[in-house]
């Protein structure tokens, strides 16, 4: 199974603030014949089910603020929210989709500082 | 507009089944895999498996093979997840995910169940 690792567990964010938050796959996610990587990032908010915020590591969602975008490539990914909201409060987690079981990271906690 | 609604908690007793429900809406129901996701308290999301609403055909996770069953009603355009022999770790939040496009990530989500194993 691949292994999703996030970082940090919680982070604390002062509003307008740029809020960092890093994904690591125990194997690559990358498919080589289509140059993809099967990565996505949710954002769950208390008793609600999460939300698909970005796809395919770096293609957001429809209706996902700008604010949110994705980088990485291969083991190393990055979900960053370039100024930060009150409503960005959130646990956000990533999920690899390259091989069954589908596995999710642990998740970030985001609060405002 | 896309909607899945989940049907109610259920509380049931270690060693017992449970089914849970996923009425979608506002879209080909057999046009789209729907996955099953839990979450225990405080925990992260664990996915169970997948279910092809066509076709029948099914996708389970190792970890609940011989425990989990999935199937769906085109009719109703339902889906279910029976999981048996349950365990007080089985307690958590489960949901139904549709697959955006066959390829395991998912654009839309139940409102979630709650399932309680407790004696």
């Known amino acids: 199974d691949i292994v999703m690792t996030q970082s940090p567990d919680s982070l604390a964010v002062s509003l307008g603030e740029r809020a960092t938050i890093n994904c690591k796959s125990s194997q690559s996610v990358l498919y080589s014949s289509n140059n993809k990587n099967y990565l996505s990032w949710y954002q769950q908010k208390p008793g609600q089910p999460p939300k698909l915020l970005i796809y395919w590591a770096s293609t957001r969602e429809s209706g996902v603020p700008d604010r949110f975008s994705g980088s990485g490539s291969g083991t190393d990914f990055t979900l960053t929210i370039s100024s930060l909201q009150a409503e960005d409060v959130a646990v956000y987690s990533c999920?690899?989709?390259?091989?069954?079981?589908?596995?999710f990271g642990q998740g970030t906690k985001l609060e405002i500082k | 507009q896309v909607q899945l609604v989940q049907s109610g908690a259920e509380v049931k007793k270690p060693g017992a089944s449970v089914k849970v429900s996923c009425k979608a809406s506002?879209?080909?129901?057999?046009?789209?895999?729907m996955h099953w996701v839990r979450q225990a308290p405080g925990q992260g999301l664990e996915w169970m498996g997948w279910i092809n609403p066509n076709s029948g055909g099914t996708v389970y996770a190792q970890k609940f093979q011989g425990r989990v069953t999935m199937t769906r009603d085109t009719s109703i355009s339902t889906a279910y997840m029976e999981l048996s022999r349950l365990r007080s770790d089985d307690s958590a939040v489960y949901y139904c995910a549709r697959d955006a496009d066959h390829l395991g990530y998912f654009d839309y989500w139940g409102q979630g169940t709650l399932v309680t194993a407790s004696s």
């Open positions: 999920q690899q989709y390259y091989s069954t079981p589908y596995t």
């Open positions: 506002g879209y080909t129901f057999t046009g789209y895999y």
